[in-house]
């Protein structure tokens, strides 16, 4: 199993201690290597702080969380920036790109934080930005670039340190409908090519490509949908039901 997430908690305090506020209440679920899951619920459902957990940029109150049967939940301060560098790959809604950078520079950002000679670097660089339809845009910088463009770059730099786990929030947030069709597209792909993808979203349409869909209610897991031979619009409107269920308080709890 690559990635098993065990009765989860997450309770905060509020600034001066008088109020807790549980965010995350016994979420328990395992990622295949291999698939491609999509995490749905309204705001405040907890959706962002599982994705923080994740990414072992936070830390649970209770629970547990392992990458390939080791504990990401302990790791030291060190350590986890080592983590991240080996094992996941990032995607944000609002790109993260340093605009003082070329896309070029931009993508291979993680490889040079890893300390890799560039000879390495370039034969890792140009298979990616192929793959992803950007080689020509590489000398280019973010703001002479679309949205679209800005994205697959994202994509791009997730992509180049061959990831355990690409962990995606809102990835198509910020994208007009042709852009993000077309990243959807890409991250279909990427997936049927062996990558494993986490990807947090409130769009219907982006979880309606995922092959299994998990549903955070008050903080735990609601509901699932696995797409088995379901084509795109069937599990759009499966998706569609399930939201609005857990829009009108319906009892699902897994």
Not at 10 to 29: E, H, M
Not at 199 to 227: E, P, W
């Amino acid at each position: 199993m690559l990635l098993e997430v065990n009765n989860l908690k997450k309770i905060y305090t509020t600034r001066f201690g008088g109020n807790q506020v549980q965010a995350l209440t016994n979420v328990t679920f395992d990622v295949e290597e291999g698939e491609y899951v999509a995490i749905m619920g309204e705001s405040g459902s907890g959706k962002t702080t599982l994705l923080n957990i994740l990414a072992a940029l936070d830390k649970p109150t209770g629970g547990d969380v392992l990458l390939e049967g080791k504990s990401i939940v302990h790791l030291g301060e060190k350590e986890i920036s080592a983590f991240r560098r080996k094992n996941l790959g990032f995607v944000f809604q609002d790109f993260n790109l340093l605009d003082t950078f070329s896309v070029k520079d931009n993508i291979l950002l993680p490889l040079v934080l890893a300390g890799e000679e560039y000879t390495t670097m370039r034969g890792k660089l140009h298979p990616v930005a192929q793959q992803l339809g950007i080689s020509d845009i590489l000398e280019k910088f973010p703001y002479e670039i679309s949205g679209g463009q800005k994205q697959r770059t994202a994509v791009a730099r997730a992509l180049i340190t061959n990831p355990r786990l690409i962990l995606a929030d809102e990835p198509t947030g910020a994208l007009d409908s042709k852009a993000a069709s077309q990243l959807l597209k890409l991250f279909r792909q990427i997936n049927e090519a062996g990558q494993t993808v986490l990807m947090v979203t409130h769009s219907t349409m982006a979880a309606s490509h995922a092959k299994r869909v998990l549903f955070i209610k008050d903080g735990r897991v609601y509901h699932q949908i696995y797409r088995g031979q379901m084509e795109n619009e069937e599990m759009y409107h499966m998706i569609s039901d399930t939201l609005t269920l857990l829009a009108t308080g319906g009892d699902h709890y897994e």
